[in-house]
Every structure is written in structure tokens, then in C-alpha cells.
């Protein structure tokens, strides 16, 4: 997937939408691979994504996108790199 940046962003090189993205952690916090996290950027116009394996940092706090969904929803999305794409990408147009 082909990025650029325009005025400070990072945008598609194809449709020129603003590139997304969303990092979460994998394993639990007692885990020694804690640091190992899942990190997603995609395309909403082109519905391109990638996802790779990133290091974060255990102080830093990831926000949590789906800290307010019910467990069973949560873990349906969890489940799927695609669902949890659409869901977020879903509430971000909600949000404006």
C-alpha cells in the first residue's frame, strides 16, 4: 500500500483518503511478549489494509476502541483483522 503525506498527513497514493490506523496489544500484561502488539493501517476508499506485528513500549498506554463493546461483540471482533477494520473505520465516519 502506497502512502504519502499531504499537509502533514498521511494519505493514500491511489484515491488520496486519509490513511488509517489502530494499534492494539495481544498478549496479556504479565506475559514477556506484552511489548508485541498488532498494528493495522488501511485504506477506507481503496479498502486496502495491513497489518504487521509492532513494538510498543509496556508504559505506554494504547487506547482501547472496543473497551465499551459487550465481551461477546469484542470477541467476535477480535477474531476477524477485517471486521474489526469495518467496525472501526464505521465509527469513525460516525464521529464526523
Known amino acids: 500500500m502506497d502512502t ?3 499537509d502533514g498527513r498521511w494519505v493514500c497514493a491511489v484515491c488520496r483518503a486519509v490513511m488509517r490506523s489502530y494499534t492494539y496489544r495481544f498478549h496479556p500484561a504479565e ?3 506484552y511489548e508485541r502488539c498488532v ?6 476508499g481503496c479498502r ?6 509492532v513494538h510498543v513500549p509496556r ?3 494504547l487506547t482501547d476502541a472496543l473497551a465499551l463493546l459487550p465481551p461477546e461483540q469484542r470477541e ?3 477474531g476477524s483483522e477485517i471486521r474489526l477494520i469495518e467496525y472501526l473505520d464505521s465509527c469513525t465516519e460516525d464521529a464526523g
Do not use: E, I, K, N
Open 4 to 6: 504519502v503525506q499531504d
Open 31 to 33: 506475559s514477556s511478549r
Open 39 to 44: 498494528g493495522l493501517s488501511w485504506c477506507s
Open 48 to 53: 486496502v489494509y495491513t497489518g504487521a506485528m
Open 59 to 61: 508504559g505506554r498506554v
Open 76 to 78: 467476535r471482533l477480535m
